[in-house]
T-cell receptor
């Protein structure tokens, strides 16, 4: 069990550029979640996958955001035409049902700065 | 809808003093509750969780929390603060169904004074 990994850890981009983040979950976990954490706030749910299917998207996920999880393994989160308001920490978590709960294990996050 | 309220965005305690971080939740179903710690520029580390077993939950690093249904509270405590406890702490609730997504509070930043 190597834990959840995210890449890159930090990304600085100019407004209007596209960025893509990657999340590698714990290998046997079938669920994968994305959260966004802005400065001084708690993480907020963006979307989640069960295997390769994206089952729910928050209204925070505008049309400029897209997430995929091909083959039910790693996931990518793409932001098109970045805006300064997209600056945040993007957290990924994976989970597997145990004892009636999908306990989530979080990665280290990707900090995005849009200049 | 579920929600979490953390009272006190900043808490300062002296080293060796009691730590008390407050969390109140709102949930229409029996909740799953969590406390996480976050150090600067790092992800979330689970301190402890309540999953409807014992109401007093012991976690890592000497932290514990008590689930009080009548008060809809899940406060985090530690008998004696250490300098290394300085961090941001988040309380979260999951409804235990459907998405199982977590709803987080806005966090409490703990400062430990020497």
């Amino acid at each position: 069990d190597t834990g959840v990994s995210q890449d890159p850890r930090h990304k600085i981009t100019k407004r209007g550029q596209n960025v893509t983040f990657r999340c590698d979950p714990i290998s046997e976990h079938n669920r994968l979640y994305w959260y966004r954490q802005t400065l001084g706030q708690g993480p907020e749910f963006l979307t989640y996958f069960q295997n390769e299917a994206q089952l729910e998207k928050s209204r925070l996920l505008s049309d400029r955001f897209s997430a995929e999880r091909p083959k039910g393994s790693f996931s990518t989160l793409e932001i098109q035409r970045t805006e300064q308001g997209d600056s945040a920490m993007y957290l990924c978590a994976s989970s597997l049902r145990q004892g009636g709960l999908y306990e989530q294990y979080f990665g280290p996050g990707t900090r995005l700065t849009v200049t | 809808a579920q929600s979490v309220t953390q009272l006190g965005s900043h808490v300062s305690v002296s080293e060796g003093a009691l730590v008390l971080l407050r969390c109140n939740y709102s949930s229409s179903v029996p909740p799953y509750l969590f406390w996480y710690v976050q150090y600067p520029n790092q992800g979330l580390q689970l301190l402890l969780k309540y999953t409807s077993a014992a109401t007093l939950v012991k976690g890592i690093n000497g932290f514990e929390a008590e689930f009080k249904k009548s008060e809809t509270s899940f406060h985090l405590t530690k008998p004696s603060a250490h300098m290394s406890d300085a961090a941001e702490y988040f309380c979260a609730v999951s409804d235990g169904k459907g998405t199982y997504k977590y709803i987080f509070g806005t966090g409490t930043r703990l400062k430990v004074l020497a």
